[in-house]
């Protein structure tokens, strides 16, 4: 049976919740699923950032729930996940996204409360909502989860070493997962390279300038870049695919 690239990539009548999903990679996601025909979940810390990004998926056509949670928090994530299934009944997609890699002066200098906080937010937060999201869709009607990781998880450095750790978790959660949850559930990861976000602003530019000059591509990526693949992850365009961790990063060596 011949399936057009239109009916592929299609995400009419399906639910997106995507973490982090106000700004950067998340947004240009949820805006993506959108106009692919997903209503969406927003969650962020700032219930604000939420509500305008929610905003414009409602100008596409499409709705949004917008809600406030640190996916550090499980009682926060419980919250969240309750409120997607009393709002919309299901969630076909979900994308952990939210992440965070505060700097710090040396790695004897990374205190206790930074390493939780840094591990909470990128690993621990989606072990658990992708453990509470993926149980019900693995006992309902299926769907995929997309975590969103980092090259750090490879090739780390000093700099970003809790992130970097964290994301190696991630990678190994992904292929748990998608052994856990199949053949209901599809989970993949994207692994990230350095995108030119608002957080970029804050970067080393000696570091932006290593970025140009090793990658194939010769540059960091735009955020809008991100999208071809997470729509290739979320629909059926990826129905063969599951405990992938693909690379988006411009062909860093």
């Known amino acids: 049976m011949t399936?057009?690239?239109?009916e592929l990539f299609d995400l009419?009548?399906?639910?997106?919740?995507?973490?982090?999903g106000s700004r950067g990679l998340g947004r240009q996601m949820a805006l993506a699923f959108a106009r692919?025909?997903?209503?969406?979940?927003?969650?962020?810390?700032?219930?604000?950032?939420?509500?305008?990004t929610a905003a414009e998926i409602v100008a596409l056509g499409r709705q949004a729930l917008p809600v406030a949670c640190h996916v550090g928090d499980w009682q926060q994530i419980e919250a969240l996940v309750e409120a997607a299934y009393e709002r919309f009944g299901r969630v076909d997609v979900l994308v952990n996204n939210a992440g965070m890699s505060p700097l710090y002066p040396s790695l004897a200098e990374v205190s206790e409360a930074l390493w939780d906080k840094v591990l909470g937010?990128?690993?621990?937060?989606?072990?658990?909502?992708?453990?509470l999201v993926g149980a019900r869709m693995a006992a309902g009607q299926g769907g995929c989860i997309i975590n969103?990781?980092?090259?750090?998880?490879?090739?780390?450095?000093?700099?970003?070493?809790?992130?970097a750790a964290a994301k190696a978790g991630l990678n190994a959660l992904t292929i748990a997962f998608a052994q856990a949850f199949g053949p209901r559930v599809r989970v993949?990861?994207?692994?990230?390279?350095?995108?030119?976000?608002?957080?970029?602003?804050?970067?080393?530019p000696a570091l932006v300038a290593s970025?140009?000059?090793?990658?194939a591509l010769h540059r960091v990526g735009r955020p809008e870049e991100i999208v071809g693949t997470a729509l290739y992850l979320a629909s059926a365009a990826s129905s063969y695919t599951t405990g992938a961790i693909v690379r988006v990063d411009g062909g860093q060596p």
């Not at 937010?121 to 453990?131: C, E, H, Q, T, W």
């Open 211 to 215: 970025f140009e000059r090793t990658a």
């Open 3 to 6: 399936t057009s690239a239109a």
């Open 36 to 52: 692919a025909g997903a209503d969406l979940v927003i969650a962020s810390r700032k219930l604000p950032a939420c509500q305008a």
């Open 148 to 163: 969103v990781s980092s090259v750090a998880a490879v090739r780390p450095s000093p700099m970003e070493a809790p992130y």
């Open 188 to 204: 993949n990861a994207i692994m990230a390279g350095p995108f030119a976000t608002d957080i970029a602003s804050a970067w080393d």
């Open 121 to 131: 937010v990128n690993l621990k937060g989606p072990f658990r909502l992708s453990a």
């Open 12 to 20: 009419s009548g399906r639910v997106a919740l995507v973490t982090g």
